[in-house]
Each structure stands twice: as structure tokens, then as C-alpha cells.
């Protein structure tokens, strides 16, 4: 066993073969990920079999299949691995992950998770505050990450509505909007989303006056705003968006799961100025935090605003036991069981504090703007018109522009892809406005897209990413489509 007074013991041998077969595994791999695509990643694996007729032993099951996995990882340690809002986690976060595994805490129960609990608690509230400082009655809960926080803050808006005269909740988002909020109005039973224009990427206050002004006047009103789009980093006009949200008195969401955390940093939070004015935010720590998978928050402004999510299951919270001061955990989740990730957190923000983390989101942040200083300089590359997002730098090849637009983005595609198969860099791609230089602003394109999470990473780091992603491809023909462009129309 794990646990108890010799799981310690117990755990101390397999570690080492553990951190043995990490390290063995990376060194075979060689690079950001493995080369040789889906097909060479299942070649590796061969006939292993995972449920044999008899045990090989945990040493040797975990020698190989630890391997295997590192062997075979995309790693976010790797600078060359910048494709996703995909970090590599500190140490000490996946450290703490190892306690908590181990220890095996359930945050259902108090009688599950004392400290763990306590923990909880210290660590949610250091995260409501971040949020909502200087405010009275903030709260903030723990999430498997972005597309659970979302479900609530949709969640606790729908409740709050039907409290209020049994009125329908009418979400109106960007067209930028991340998909788990017209997921989470669809699992809801909420209507479809309206989406608005985001001129630049950005959601538009104006418009969306527009849209609350043309709901039926029975209806809720919730805005949800972006702060971190997923495909540039952008950060919608949180002011202007509370202005118009209050002025039509509709609640506000905002999806901060990638800018949230630059919250840490003085020099970088008035970037979010405006946030403290939603009733919910979204952030997670398993982006700009550094946090093994999961670690998502939601913080609301009035802990009040919590009170749909209680619930009584007797077995976990009868109310004999709560009135005699057991903590009552279910309504600080849907889940039920969960494991306590609140313990990651509270050892990562206690061993850096404050400074520290805003140390390192900032260095994250200026190594993005480094890196579009030398796409700029690069002969064959081309930046995205305007600066960079958060952290995140959109770029194609030259060579793609020489192209007809179908074939272009065909080529960036495909270069994208070779390199994935070679095994020598994870890149991103998103389709966006091609901006100021194109002759037709409306239409879109597609662009290779490095997000910058690694804080000791430099822009020089990447010159060798940058020259790979340069070089020419054939481009696959593109299959008839029509091309959609942002003003609505099609070509």
C-alpha cells in the first residue's frame, strides 16, 4: 500500500524506477515528441500486453511502461512542444501530486479529507481574493479546468434566473468564444448561444448591446467574455463589456482559463482590468500555473452565489452532522468523488509566493514578444498583423503567400504536419483574420501558432523552430470547400 506508516517505504524503490524510466524514456525520444506519427507510436508500444495471464511485477511493469509513455510523449518541457495551453508542470506541483495520490484524500467528505479540507479552504479563498481583492464574501471552488468552471458559471446563472420569476437564461458570447460554453448551454437545456462579431478577434461591446437589447424582454441575460481566446491569446474589453452587461442588467461571465493568472503579476493584471466586475471567472492553473492536469477555478464575487450547488446525501452530509460542525463538501463541486488538487496548488503558490509566480507568467509573457521580434526578422516568415496575444504568436511561411489562398493554407497545414511526423516540433494552428496587410481584411487564414508556457524557455530557443517551420512543403490539395470570411460573407 501507498499510505499509512510504511507506504513510504513501499513507494521509495518504485520511485526511483519511475524517475529511471522518465529519464531513459526522453532520452530515447530525443525531441518534443516522437517521430514516426500515430502509426510509429503503436509500433513502440508492439505486443505489449497489458493484462497478462500472470503479473510481471510492479518494477518491471513500471520500467516499461513508464518508458513507453516517455518514450512516446509530446513533452511541454520541450520549447519546440508549443502547440497547446499545454505546460510543463513544476516540479514541486508534481511532487505534491505524488502526496496526494497516495495519501488518496476524497473531497466528498470531511471524514475523507480533514486536512485536505483545510487546505481547500486556505487555498480557495488565496484564489477569490486574487480575483476579487478587497471585496467581502468572494468564493472559489476547484475544477477539473475551463469547460467544468464554464458549466457552472452557466449553471449558477440558469439557477439564479429560474430564483428570480423563472426566466429563461440567454447566453450571449463572441464567435471567439471557447466551444464549452455553447457545450455547457446545450447540456444545460439552455437555447443555442447568440454570437457576436468580434472585430479583431475581440468581442465587440457594442454589439453586444445589440444582441441583449433584441432578446425578448422575459428573458436573463448572461455575457460571457474571453480574456485568452485560445487561438491568439486575446483579451475581449473587459470594461466596456461589464458597462454594457450592467447597463441591460445581464450577469457577467468571463473565461479567463488562459489570462486569469496574470492576475499574479502587478505589471500584467491591468490587462484584466474589469474582471472583478464579473459575477464568475474562469481561470486555470494548469496553463500559467505550472500545474499537473487538473487544476481549474471558478471564483465568484458573492460566495451566495454558490447556494444552488448544495445537496444532501446522508451518507456524506447528513444535517445532524453538519449543525455539529462537520464541513459540508458537496456543494463545493458536481463531482463527487474528486481528489485534492487544492494540494498541488497550495505547495506551488507557498514555494514561490506571489512574486514568484508573477516571475514567472511575466517571463512567459515577454519571451512571446521576443519571439514575434525575431518571426519579424525571419526571411521566411510572415507575423500576423498586431501584436501578440497573451502568449501566443501566430505565423506562417512566406512561402504560402506566394500561393492561392486555398493552396496556402493548404502548404501551412502540411507543414504543420511534417513536422509532427518527423518528430521535431508541435506547433498549433489557427485560422484568423489575415488583418492590415491583406487586400481583403474579411478573409481568413490559416496560421501556425506557437503558445509560449515554458518560463525558462528563451526567444532563442526557438530559432531553430522558426527555420524548421520555413521550409517549403508541398501542400496536399484541398478538397472543394467554401472559404468562410468574418464579415458573414462566403467565396
Known amino acids: 500500500m501507498a499510505g499509512g506508516v510504511d507506504g513510504a517505504d513501499a513507494l521509495a524503490p518504485l520511485t526511483g524506477v519511475v524517475l529511471d524510466a522518465l529519464r531513459a524514456g526522453a532520452v530515447r525520444r530525443g525531441g518534443p515528441l516522437p517521430g514516426g506519427g500515430p502509426e510509429g507510436v503503436e509500433e513502440r508500444f508492439g505486443a505489449l500486453e497489458v493484462l497478462p495471464r500472470h503479473g510481471v511485477g510492479a518494477e518491471t511493469a513500471l520500467r516499461e511502461l513508464v518508458e513507453l509513455v516517455a518514450e512516446g510523449a509530446a513533452d511541454p518541457a520541450d520549447p519546440a512542444c508549443a502547440a497547446h495551453l499545454h505546460c510543463p508542470p513544476l516540479a514541486v506541483a508534481a511532487a505534491a501530486d505524488l502526496a496526494a495520490s497516495a495519501l488518496n484524500p476524497s473531497m466528498d467528505s470531511w471524514d475523507q479529507a480533514p486536512a485536505a479540507t483545510t487546505v481547500e479552504r486556505a487555498v480557495t479563498a488565496e484564489l477569490a481574493r486574487l480575483v476579487y481583492p478587497g471585496t467581502s464574501g468572494p468564493d472559489a471552488l476547484i475544477t477539473s479546468g475551463g469547460t467544468e468552471s464554464n458549466l457552472l458559471g452557466l449553471l449558477l446563472a440558469r439557477e439564479e434566473a429560474r430564483a428570480t420569476g423563472g426566466r429563461t437564461v440567454r447566453v450571449v458570447c463572441g464567435a471567439t468564444a471557447h466551444h464549452s460554453v455553447r457545450r455547457a448551454a446545450w447540456l444545460l437545456g439552455l437555447p443555442e448561444p447568440v454570437a457576436v462579431e468580434c472585430p479583431g478577434g475581440r468581442l465587440d461591446p457594442e454589439a453586444v448591446r445589440g444582441a441583449l437589447a433584441a432578446l425578448p424582454a ?7 467574455a474571453t480574456a485568452g481566446t485560445t487561438d491568439e491569446g486575446l483579451i475581449d474589453p473587459l470594461p466596456a463589456l461589464a458597462d454594457a452587461a450592467a447597463a441591460h442588467r445581464a450577469r457577467l461571465h468571463v473565461d479567463a482559463a488562459y489570462g486569469g493568472p496574470l492576475l499574479f503579476s502587478e505589471r500584467l493584471a491591468p490587462r484584466l482590468a474589469g474582471v472583478e466586475r464579473a ?7 494548469h496553463k500559467l500555473g505550472w500545474q499537473p492536469v487538473a487544476a481549474g477555478v471558478l471564483a465568484v464575487a458573492d460566495a451566495r452565489y454558490l447556494a444552488p450547488l448544495q445537496l444532501t446525501a446522508d451518507y456524506l452530509n447528513a444535517d445532524d452532522d453538519t449543525e455539529a460542525g462537520l464541513p459540508d463538501l458537496l456543494g463545493r463541486s458536481l463531482r463527487t468523488s474528486r481528489r485534492p488538487d487544492a494540494l498541488k496548488i497550495a505547495a506551488t503558490l507557498r514555494a514561490l509566493g506571489r512574486d514568484g509566480m508573477a516571475a514567472l507568467v511575466e517571463r512567459c ?10 518571426i519579424d526578422a525571419h526571411p521566411g516568415l510572415r507575423r500576423r498583423p498586431g501584436g501578440t496575444g497573451i502568449s501566443t504568436v501566430l505565423f506562417r511561411p512566406t512561402a504560402a503567400d506566394g500561393l492561392p489562398p486555398e493552396q496556402g493554407d493548404a502548404l501551412v ?3 504543420r504536419r511534417r513536422l509532427l511526423q518527423e518528430g521535431r516540433a508541435v506547433l498549433g494552428r489557427a485560422r484568423a483574420e489575415d488583418g492590415e496587410t491583406d487586400s481583403d481584411p474579411g478573409m481568413t487564414r490559416l496560421w501556425l501558432k506557437a503558445t509560449l508556457l515554458h518560463p525558462h524557455a528563451r526567444a532563442a530557443d526557438f530559432d531553430g523552430l522558426l527555420d524548421l517551420a520555413a521550409e517549403p512543403a508541398a501542400p496536399t490539395p484541398p478538397a472543394p470547400r467554401t472559404t468562410a470570411r468574418t464579415d458573414g460573407g462566403t467565396v
Open 218 to 224: 422575459d428573458a436573463a441575460a448572461l455575457v460571457v
Open 365 to 374: 509573457v515577454a519571451t512571446a514578444e521576443e519571439l514575434a521580434a525575431r
Open 279 to 285: 459575477d464568475s471567472v474562469t481561470y486555470d492553473l
Open 413 to 415: 497545414a502540411e507543414v
